[in-house]
């Protein structure tokens, strides 16, 4: 399995709270992504990183920012909570982008009230 | 630009049953197409993958080829068995950039 971790694993937070949410890897894989998983959207991409200080968004990244100061951890952060952010986020991990299997972490679920 | 479209679920085999999931996608140029599965209280895992028209992906019994003139790349497995039971994903790369687009899943349980 590849040495993928996220913190927390489960999260409830009030809204307007701030939330990060860390992914960590031991594979020294170029990309990382962070995505949402919710009922009848499949998962869906939030931001990405191709590496250490580079990100881009994803399909639906209002309402989150992303940093990557080490190739190891890549921080999701909900600048204030919204009910419509309660999902489950996994993180993923690439060698080398688009053409590459990616490789996910165990899921946070996040529950924003 | 680009997107996944699989068919509904839920879907309920009996173990031994043929199974077919169908995907199709919407893409600019050529992307990699995936199938990836995730078991209950897990992350994704991929199950297998092609990258260029008429290849087969193939792993765990189950199969899937790259179409280019229908679009498509639908799962198949030819008897299911019970652990077989997860949600499917057909995904797509985006070749010119680097994200990955997902279709909303397929739950399958098999049923003994």
């Known amino acids: 399995d590849a040495g993928i971790t996220q913190s927390p694993r489960h999260k409830v937070t009030e809204t307007g709270t701030p939330v990060t949410l860390r992914c960590h890897q031991t594979e020294n894989h170029r990309y990382m992504y962070w995505y949402r998983q919710d009922p009848g959207h499949g998962l869906r991409l939030i931001h990405y990183s191709y590496g250490v200080k580079d990100t881009d968004k994803g399909e639906v990244s209002d309402g989150y920012s992303v940093s990557r100061s080490k190739t190891e951890d890549f921080l999701l952060t909900l600048e204030s909570a919204t009910s419509s952010q309660t999902s489950v986020y996994f993180c993923a991990i690439s060698e080398s982008g688009s053409l590459d299997t990616q490789y996910f972490g165990p899921g946070t679920r996040l529950t924003v009230l | 630009g680009n997107s996944v479209t699989q068919m509904e679920g839920p879907v309920t085999l009996s173990e031994e049953a043929f199974l077919t999931i169908n995907c199709t996608y919407t893409?600019?140029?050529?992307?990699?197409l995936f199938w990836y599965v995730q078991y209950p209280g897990e992350g994704l895992q991929l199950l297998l993958k092609a990258t260029k028209a008429d290849d087969k992906g193939s792993n765990k019994g189950f199969e899937a080829t790259y179409r280019k003139e229908t679009t498509s790349f639908h799962l198949e497995k030819g008897s299911v068995q019970v652990s077989d039971s997860a949600v499917y994903f057909c995904?797509?790369?985006?070749?010119?950039?680097?994200?990955?687009?997902f279709g909303t899943g397929t739950s399958l349980t098999v049923i003994p």
């Open positions: 995904a797509l790369s985006d070749q010119s950039g680097n994200q990955f687009y």
């Open positions: 893409a600019t140029g050529y992307p990699s």
